[in-house]
C-alpha cells in the first residue's frame, strides 16, 4: 500500500516540475564542484583567517584575509589550490576592487599575489585591499570565485595633539565667520575618526593644550595615551574619537601661548617608544611664554632640543604643523620646527570654512601615518641619506 501511494504521488507531479527539479540537481552539482579548486583550509593561509562563512559550502559570505604585508616592503603570496589540483591547469582573473592612494599590487599567471618595496600599496580608504579572483579549471571547464582581504601593515603610530587655546583662537578663521576653535575641535574629531578608519593594532593618542601652561585633559585621556579604537568598535564603550571630541567640548580658551613648554611635554611623553613618534602641533604661531622656539626649529632657549634629527633612530620624533592665521602672523619659525624634526608643515591664510583645515588635518593623516618625507604642503626636510 505504501509504494502503491508513493508511485500515486510520484506520477501526480507535473514533468515540467520533475524536469526543473531534475535540472536544480544538476546545477546545484554543478556549482559545488566548481569550488572545488581555491582552498578554504586556514593552514594554508598562516598569519591569515578566514571567517566562518569560509567553513561549508555553498561559502557564501566567505572572506579570506591572506597573510599581512608591510608598507614599505616587498611582498608575495602564491593563493593554495586545493589537494589534487594541476596549478599548471588553471586560469586566475583577479580583479583590485579597492584602490591603492600609492604604488601597486601585481598578480601573475600562476597565481601569486605581489608588491615590492620600492612602490608597496598604500591603502586609499581602509588598511586592507580588497581582492576578487576568478578562477577556471582548463581541464573541465570548472570554475571557483573567491574575496580577498590583504591587510598592509604599518609601525603602530603613538601620536601626540599639541593645540593651541589660547585666547586667539576665539578669533574667526582668516576669510570666514566661525571662529579657529570651533574649527579645530571638528577637525580634530575628524582626524580622529581617520585614525579609526585606519585603525591598527597599538595605534595610541595624546593631547596637550597650551595657553599661558600646559593643560591636562581630561579623565579617561589625562596625561596618558588612549588607544585608537577600530572602526567598527563594539558601541558598548566610547569610540576614541568620541572621547576626544567630548574633550574638546570642555575646554576653555586662556590667555597667552606656551608653544615651547607644550612641545617638551609632548617629546617627554613619546619618548623610550618603538612606534612612530608623532607630534602633530596646530596654533595661529604665536609664542610668548618661555621656554621660546628659536631659529631654525629644533632648539629652546632653555638649551633644550626637540630632538636629536629625524636620522637618530633613538629620537626620532617627528613634528607635523598646521597653521592658521593671518598671512603676517604666521611666523616662519612653524616651517622650521617640521624642517628641522623630519616632519611637514602646512599653513591656510585665507581658509574660509572649515573645509581647507580638514583637508589640511587629512593631508597631515596621510604624511604621518606612511612616515615618509614627501611634501603634501610646503619645506619638507631631505631624509634620502638616514
Request: hydrophobic content about 35%; proline content about 5%; charged content about 20%.
Amino acid at each position: 500500500m505504501k509504494n502503491s501511494n508513493e508511485r500515486y504521488l510520484t506520477k501526480d507531479i507535473p514533468i515540467s516540475l520533475r524536469v526543473l527539479f531534475l535540472l536544480l540537481l544538476i546545477v546545484i552539482s554543478i556549482h559545488l564542484k566548481s569550488q572545488n579548486i581555491i582552498s578554504r583550509t586556514a593552514s594554508d593561509y598562516p598569519g591569515g583567517s578566514l571567517n566562518s562563512s569560509c567553513s561549508s559550502s555553498p561559502y557564501t559570505g566567505c572572506v579570506i584575509t591572506l597573510p599581512p604585508a608591510k608598507y614599505g616592503e616587498s611582498y608575495t603570496f602564491t593563493i593554495p589550490l586545493k589537494t589534487g589540483i594541476t596549478r599548471s591547469a588553471i586560469s586566475f582573473i583577479f580583479t583590485q576592487v579597492s584602490n591603492c592612494s600609492e604604488g601597486s599590487i601585481s598578480f601573475t599567471a600562476d597565481g601569486k599575489v605581489e608588491m615590492i618595496s620600492v612602490s608597496s600599496c598604500f591603502p586609499e580608504s581602509s588598511n586592507f585591499i580588497e581582492i576578487d579572483l576568478e578562477t577556471i579549471n582548463g581541464s573541465d571547464g570548472t570554475s571557483d570565485r573567491q574575496k580577498f582581504h590583504l591587510p598592509i601593515l604599518r609601525n603602530p603610530i603613538k601620536v601626540v595633539l599639541v593645540l593651541d587655546i589660547s585666547s586667539k583662537m576665539s578669533l574667526p578663521v582668516p576669510g570666514g565667520t566661525d571662529t579657529r576653535w570651533n574649527i579645530l575641535k571638528k577637525t580634530v574629531t575628524l582626524f580622529a575618526k581617520k585614525f579609526e578608519k585606519y585603525y591598527q593594532e597599538e595605534d595610541s593618542i595624546s593631547i596637550i593644550y597650551y595657553a599661558k601652561d600646559t593643560v591636562m585633559p581630561d579623565s579617561p585621556i589625562g596625561s596618558e595615551f588612549i588607544a585608537i579604537t577600530p572602526e567598527n568598535h563594539l558601541p558598548t564603550n566610547l569610540k576614541s574619537s568620541e572621547i576626544i571630541q567630548s574633550d574638546l567640548l570642555n575646554q576653555t580658551l586662556k590667555d597667552s601661548s606656551a608653544v615651547g613648554k607644550a612641545l617638551l611635554l609632548a617629546k617627554s611623553k613619546l619618548e623610550n617608544s618603538d612606534a612612530t613618534k608623532i607630534v602633530l602641533l596646530f596654533t595661529d604661531g604665536y609664542q610668548d611664554v618661555k621656554p621660546l622656539v628659536t631659529k631654525f626649529g629644533n632648539k629652546l632657549t632653555n638649551n633644550n632640543f626637540l630632538s636629536n634629527g629625524p636620522c637618530d633612530k633613538s629620537d626620532s620624533i617627528r613634528y607635523y604643523t598646521i597653521g592658521m592665521g593671518d598671512i603676517t602672523s604666521i611666523p616662519e619659525i612653524m616651517g622650521e620646527i617640521a624642517d628641522a624634526n623630519g616632519g611637514i608643515t602646512l599653513s591656510t591664510t585665507t581658509g574660509a570654512d572649515e573645509g581647507e583645515l580638514y583637508n589640511f588635518f587629512q593631508n597631515q593623516f596621510g604624511n604621518l601615518i606612511r612616515g615618509i618625507s614627501e611634501p603634501v604642503g610646503s619645506r619638507i626636510i631631505d631624509l634620502s641619506n638616514c
